[in-house]
């Protein structure tokens, strides 16, 4: 054995004095009790050498994709199924695993579920932390699941919301449309609108995740389709490509399209922007964070355009279309406007306002930190805020 010690490149000459060797921690190969012969073996974790950690690894990744290959094979030979088929989301395998096996990608998100300190799924002990996603375009929950898409072959977000109840949980519809549309990804699943048994036209925002009974989240879907649907908000032009062990920064996902080029070992070279504005190029989409207080969103297209985030007391010009927020609860407020025939708000005959904040049942009761309700979930109509606005459009 050889024991080196290493100071670097410099000449300054130094001495070590009072050296001594002595056992260290006991080397764990298979713990006591456990053996191959009695089949006895069991799943390596903290305390077990770092090799036989790594072949746990791959035994259990060459197992999934064996899973994966044996199911696909099945469904597409045996049964005759003609749809793409994937596994389950990217993160939760590797993007190289699902570039060797799926028709497409799929991928989940949340912006500031629900966290249950003590025990799982506890109704009682619970909390959100309740602050607006427009403050942190760096550190997002839908640009951070971007550089994840593999370029070759289709995308899809199977689960998406800002749970409730939450102050700014109206901005899961329009940010979604956002990111979708600009990165051309081909689906996004709102996770959900529904999950009981019977009350399918309730008046109340029934839990974490149903859209049933959210009217400020409800509102949006309409207007903001037509971002995304309709293709007003045109995806962006430029591509970034990361590669299966390297992936590019989120914040990229506002000037390129970009995900992962399996074929790849060489990552585009580009640079992230600096700061907390994001903005495409043609500052169609602008995400501004520099000042917390008032982060925002403008969208601005000819048939579709839209402001929201902490905008109470803001006015803003949208080619031509003049908005003039008022004073709203918590400074927020979603305000989009579309056209309903897809031509430019200039030349139209008819558009849809949504004007939206949050929404609350009657009786629920917030914490102090207003970052749980326990069980006081209150009781419907659910009530919305009013949203005071005044809006120039280009025709008088």
Not at 30 to 53: L, T
Not at 288 to 306: E, I, K, L, M, Q
Request: charged share 20%; aromatic share 10%.
């Amino acid at each position: 054995a050889r024991i080196c010690f290493k100071f670097g490149g410099s000449n300054v000459p130094f001495a070590l004095a009072g050296l001594t060797l002595r056992r260290g921690g006991d080397w764990i190969v298979v713990p006591a009790g456990q053996s191959v012969e009695k089949a006895s073996i069991e799943i390596p974790v903290a305390g077990w050498s770092e090799a036989a950690r790594r072949d746990a690894v791959r035994f259990m990744a060459a197992t999934e994709e064996a899973f994966i290959r044996e199911m696909v094979d099945f469904l597409k030979k045996d049964l005759g199924v003609k749809v793409p088929i994937t596994a389950s989301q990217i993160s939760y395998h590797t993007p190289a695993l699902v570039a060797a096996t799926c028709d497409f990608a799929d991928i989940h998100a949340y912006w500031q579920h629900p966290r249950f300190p003590r025990r799982p799924w506890d109704a009682v002990d619970w909390e959100i932390r309740n602050t607006p996603m427009e403050r942190v375009p760096e550190a997002d929950a839908l640009l951070a699941r971007a550089p994840w898409r593999l370029l070759d072959r289709p995308y899809t977000m199977s689960e998406w919301n800002i749970p409730d109840p939450h102050d700014y949980a109206a901005s899961a519809v329009p940010f979604a449309a956002m990111v979708a549309a600009l990165q051309d990804w081909d689906a996004v699943f709102f996770f959900q609108y529904h999950s009981g048994g019977g009350s399918w036209y309730g008046d109340k925002v029934p839990g974490y995740f149903s859209f049933n009974g959210q009217p400020a989240k409800l509102a949006l879907f309409t207007a903001c389709a037509n971002l995304f649907r309709r293709g007003d908000l045109a995806p962006l032009t430029d591509v970034a490509a990361g590669t299966l062990d390297k992936m590019l920064p989120a914040t990229l996902g506002l000037t390129h399209r970009v995900g992962i080029d399996p074929k790849t070992r060489t990552a585009t070279a580009v640079t992230a922007p600096a700061g907390r504005r994001l903005a495409t190029p043609d500052q169609r989409v602008v995400w501004d964070a520099s000042d917390p207080a008032r982060a925002h969103v403008v969208v601005n297209t000819p048939a579709t355009r839209a402001v929201w985030g902490l905008v109470g007391g803001r006015q803003f010009e949208l080619g031509g279309l003049g908005l003039a927020v008022g004073a709203v609860e918590r400074d927020y407020a979603a305000v989009v406007i579309t056209t309903m025939d897809g031509q430019a708000i200039e030349a139209t005959s008819r558009v849809l306002l949504a004007a939206v904040g949050s929404a609350t049942n009657r009786g629920m009761k917030w914490n102090e930190s207003r970052t749980s309700v326990g069980r006081d979930w209150g009781t419907g109509p659910a009530e919305v805020n009013g949203i005071v606005a005044e809006i120039s459009l280009p025709r008088g």
